[in-house]
């Protein structure tokens, strides 16, 4: 089986910290890099987000501020969401959850 390297970040906020992640994907060459507390909105969009080489999958809180989750993928990995949680804040873990095909 082939291994992968992994990293996780509570960024709180995405958009104050992107170059700091963007410098992470490229300086430490992940296959996966897991996000959480995003505050993204569907107001932004993947492209402002855009790291060459990557993928980002996101599941942004709709109804109420904070929160969301979000993961860079290496763009040559086959990644299909299997499930993930409500956009509607209901007071349960926010979660994605992917296969690698």
Known sequence: ???FSTAHSNV???????NEVKHQLISKNYD????TETFLTDETSDSLLHVDGY????????????GGVAMYVRDTLQI???A???????N??????LDLD
Request: proline fraction near 5%; aromatic fraction near 12%.
């Open 92 to 97: 349960t873990p926010e979660y994605m959850i």
């Open 32 to 35: 996966f890099f897991a996000l």
């Open 55 to 66: 993928q980002i999958l996101r599941n942004d809180r709709e109804d109420r501020g904070g």
């Open 1 to 3: 089986m082939p291994s």
């Open 84 to 90: 993930k949680s409500t956009a509607k804040y209901d």
């Open 80 to 82: 299909k969401i299997l």
């Open 12 to 18: 709180n906020r995405l958009g104050y910290h992107l």
